[in-house]
Every structure is written in structure tokens, then in C-alpha cells.
């Protein structure tokens, strides 16, 4: 039998070559024999806990692919013969590229089930992180194949410096090329993560006005008050100063109105307690002050002050009708006249008037 074992063949005796056939057989049967029964086994410690981690190793295992466990079985199938070196180096550089593949594949397929997991949980009550989350999943398998890549190259031989150096010019050129894409890509993370403004949120940008609707990788959608689609990058977000009215608790309302000079000083005493008390009669407003400013061009100018108790802007446009309303009824009611602009004009004559306009004046009441 040993006799047997030590024919020679191919210039390694047949029980090298058996040897190797053993691991590369070794690999498959891993693949096709243990796969199903670890995959089993973890996930019946998966089912009795309430975390993920098990169900994303699961997953992750999974993933493990016949061929490639059979090429990475050319590693110790090798090493147990003795071939021409451009073989061996061969065979061992395709192991190689077998397991950091492999390696890979694991390693992708745990995080897009966690990352997947939890967007599914975050997508009901939290869209913008649910966005965030697949923005992450891109740019976490774009660093990980990265990596696997650069360290496949290394292994191989090549010089992994000598060709980043050699591609620093060529990086630079796609960065300027996909510098816009890329900063609406982080803008995007950004504002998942520090979370200026969500969706369903009302927000003032510039001079435009909106309920926010979706917030994407590369453009957030507002719908304006008018109810178009009003489409922004999130580059000019993220340097915009937005005006959030969702957080807002209290609404701070300032207005004026102005009466005639004719109005008496009693009068105008009686206007802020006026005010007041129209104030105070709406459920959802609070009396700040209301004075008489100052003399204008063509009115007396009042200045009232008072707070909403709810951001709600229907309500605020309904409290200031009423207010508006009652003002008008407590000025008729008291004798002030609201002013409008008015311009005296006097005349100067020398002389007598002309005829026509001796007739004028004197048919005027």
C-alpha cells in the first residue's frame, strides 16, 4: 500500500496528490455539509433573542460561495506539493483572490442586513434616518470593496503606494468631476444626523416656503404654500439659513395701524387698553403691550405686541381677523378714524381768482 502511495506522478508521489484532493474536497464539504448546520444553529440561538446580530451573522454565513471555498481549498492543497513555481504562485495568488473575496461577501451581506433591519424599523417613525441609513449602506460597500480591492492588489505583489501616488492625479480630476454629487451625498448624512428640519415639517429657505416631503441622497422636495414641488440640493440646504417653524411653540406677532391727526388725546389714551382688551378676549393669544409709537408722514402710529400660544398658522390668521375686526368696531365705537395716506395741498393767489375758478369755489358745498 505505501508502495502504492509513493508512485510518483507529475514529479509529486500519489499521496501529495491525494492529500490535496482531500483539502480541496474538505472545503466543499464544509460548504455543503457544515453551512446548513451552523446556519441552523444560530439561528435557533436567534430566535430567543431579541436583537439582530444573530439573524445578520445568519445571514452573513449565508453568503458563503461553493467555488470560492473550493478555490481558497488551493491554498493547503498547494502547500502539500511540490509544483514549478509559476504554478504555485499562481494557484496560491487565485486562493487569494478567493478568500478576500469571500471575506468580502461576509462582511457586505452582515452590514446590508443590520443596515437593512434597521431602516425597515426606522422607516415608520422616522423617514429622514431610514434616507440616511441607505446612504450609509452606499458609502460603507463602496470603503469596504475598496479596501478588499487594495488589499488584493498588495497580496498579489503589486505596489499598493506606487499606484495610489499614480492615481492621485486621477482622483483628484473624478473628485472635482463628482464634487457636486458628492457634497449633496454628505449634506444628505448631515442633515439625517444633526436633523435641521424631517419631513412634515413647515420651513422658510430664502423666499420660499414649504411643508417638507421628502428628503433624498442627492435633493430634498418642499411643497409650497401654493402647492408646487419646489426641489432643492441638499448642498444648498446645508448652507442656507432655514427657518424652522415646527419647533416653534409661541408665535411672536407684531402689527401697527395708524389714526388721524385730528384725534384727541383722550382718545388716543383709550386706544392700548382698547387693544387689550380685544386682546385678551381670543382663547390663543397673550397681551404683550401696545403703545403710541410715533407721529408719521399722515398718522398717529400704534404698535401692539402679543403671542400666539400655538405655531398653528390658520389659527394666528384667524385670531388676527378677530382682532382686526374688533379694532374696527371699538374705533367707530370711541370716534378714532383709521388714517390712510393724505396729502394738503394749499394754493397761494395774488390778485383776484380767475372766473372759472370763482365758479368752482363758489358752487363748492
Request: charged share 15%; glycine share 6%; proline share 4%.
Amino acid at each position: 500500500m505505501s508502495a502504492w502511495l509513493s508512485l510518483p506522478f507529475l514529479n509529486n508521489p500519489l499521496q501529495s496528490w491525494l492529500l490535496a484532493l482531500g483539502w480541496l474536497l474538505l472545503a466543499v464539504v464544509l460548504v455543503s455539509v457544515v453551512k446548513p448546520i451552523l446556519v441552523s444553529w444560530i439561528s435557533a440561538l436567534a430566535s430567543h433573542t431579541r436583537n439582530h446580530w444573530n439573524d445578520a451573522l445568519v445571514n452573513a454565513v449565508q453568503g458563503t460561495r461553493l467555488p470560492l471555498a473550493a478555490l481558497i481549498g488551493l491554498y493547503p492543497a498547494v502547500q502539500s506539493l511540490s509544483l514549478p513555481e509559476a504554478v504555485s504562485k499562481w494557484a496560491l495568488g487565485l486562493a487569494a483572490v478567493a478568500l478576500f473575496l469571500q471575506t468580502g461577501l461576509w462582511v457586505s451581506r452582515f452590514l446590508d442586513f443590520w443596515i437593512r433591519v434597521s431602516r425597515e424599523r426606522a422607516i415608520s417613525h422616522d423617514p429622514e434616518t431610514a434616507t440616511g441609513l441607505a446612504a450609509m449602506s452606499f458609502i460603507a460597500r463602496l470603503l469596504l470593496w475598496s479596501l478588499v480591492f487594495l488589499l488584493l492588489l498588495n497580496n498579489l505583489g503589486f505596489n499598493v503606494t506606487t499606484l495610489l501616488a499614480g492615481l492621485g492625479v486621477g482622483g483628484i480630476a473624478v473628485g472635482l468631476a463628482l464634487q457636486n454629487i458628492l457634497g449633496d451625498l454628505f449634506s444628505s448624512l448631515s442633515i439625517v444626523l444633526d436633523k435641521p428640519f424631517q419631513i412634515g415639517h413647515f420651513v422658510v429657505v430664502d423666499n420660499f416656503s414649504g411643508t417638507v416631503e421628502n428628503i433624498g441622497l442627492k435633493t430634498t422636495r418642499i411643497r409650497s404654500i401654493s402647492g408646487e414641488i419646489v426641489v432643492f440640493s441638499n448642498t444648498d440646504l446645508t448652507k442656507a439659513r432655514l427657518r424652522n417653524y415646527k419647533f416653534m411653540q409661541e408665535r411672536r406677532i407684531v402689527f401697527a395701524f395708524g389714526v388721524t391727526y385730528d384725534t384727541s388725546a383722550e382718545t388716543l389714551e383709550q386706544i392700548p387698553a382698547v387693544v387689550k382688551t380685544i386682546v385678551d378676549q381670543q382663547p390663543n393669544a397673550r397681551f404683550d403691550r401696545a403703545h403710541f409709537k410715533d407721529f408719521g408722514d399722515s398718522r398717529l402710529n400704534f404698535e401692539v405686541v402679543y403671542w400666539m400660544k400655538t405655531s398653528d398658522y390658520t389659527a394666528y390668521m384667524d385670531t388676527q381677523q378677530a382682532i382686526n375686526l374688533g379694532l374696527v368696531r371699538e374705533c367707530e365705537r370711541i370716534g378714532a378714524e383709521f388714517a390712510f395716506p393724505t396729502r394738503t395741498v394749499q394754493l397761494q393767489w395774488s390778485g383776484a381768482l380767475p372766473v372759472a375758478l370763482q365758479e368752482r369755489v363758489a358752487a363748492a358745498p
